[in-house]
């Protein structure tokens, strides 16, 4: 059961163009969401995260829009780079009877091509 | 401040055969997690340590394997008996509670890939 999905596999865009990938859950009890990156060869790297108490969080290019109601988040990085390109991972957790969140459940990923 | 390592990077091993990979979290880092990511796959919860103790374990942690971490610093993976369907990347992260590791996310090591023939 795919608890975090991400139906994309690949997207492509034009540099400086936006990107939105998105990603859908099915768990309500996720309360915390996470976007990573990951380059070949290399562990995922986090990027972006969003409480379900929030509806959007910002960081720099990237933003992160939650609607709880559709269970549906989306990530946009504008202006989109080059240096872009990578498997992006959406996350999601829950927290446990002690407050504590720290299992992640990861969506397949998509991967994103930014072309010059 | 090195990262997460994890030793080593890749594993040729032959079915039936028992492998162990060590994960070297951040020095600070007092939770340590173990995740699976396999081909198409995003990574997968094995278990979580706190300190010495290990305090969750996935479903998907058959008896075939067993992890550590002695004294709350670096932990080990050990499969026992391989099997094929072990072939996958094994990814090591860590991360401390003064972070409110969600607002910034654990530290992933770069992994281990076992490639399982």
């Known amino acids: 059961d795919q608890q975090v999905k991400q139906n994309s596999p690949s997207l492509s865009v034009q540099e400086g163009r936006i990107s939105i990938l998105n990603c859908d859950y099915t768990n309500s009890m996720f309360d915390y969401f996470l976007w990573y990156k990951k380059y070949p060869a290399e562990g995922p790297t986090f990027l972006i995260s969003i409480s379900s108490i929030k509806d959007k969080n910002e960081d720099g290019r990237f933003t992160v829009f939650l609607n709880k109601s559709a269970k549906h988040l989306s990530l946009h990085i504008v202006p989109s780079q080059p240096g872009d390109s990578a498997v992006y991972f959406c996350a999601a957790s829950r927290s446990n009877s002690g407050g504590s969140n720290y299992k992640l459940t990861f969506g397949k990923g998509t991967l994103l091509t930014v072309n010059p | 401040d090195t990262g997460v390592s994890q030793d080593p990077r890749h594993k040729i091993t032959k079915r039936g055969q028992n492998v162990t990979f060590r994960c070297d979290p951040i020095s600070e880092h007092n939770r340590l997690y173990w995740y699976r990511q396999t081909l198409g796959q995003g990574p997968e919860f094995l278990t979580y340590?706190?300190?010495?103790?290990?305090?969750?374990k996935s479903r998907l942690l058959s008896d075939r394997f067993s992890a550590e971490r002695p004294k709350g610093s670096f932990s080990t993976l050990e499969i026992q008996r391989t099997e094929q369907g072990d072939s996958a990347m094994y990814l090591c992260?860590?991360?401390?509670?003064?972070?409110?590791?969600?607002?910034?996310?654990?530290?992933f090591g770069s992994g281990t890939r076992l490639t399982v023939v």
């Open positions: 992260a860590s991360s401390s509670p003064g972070q409110e590791p969600l607002n910034y996310g654990y530290t």
């Open positions: 340590f706190q300190n010495e103790a290990q305090l969750e």
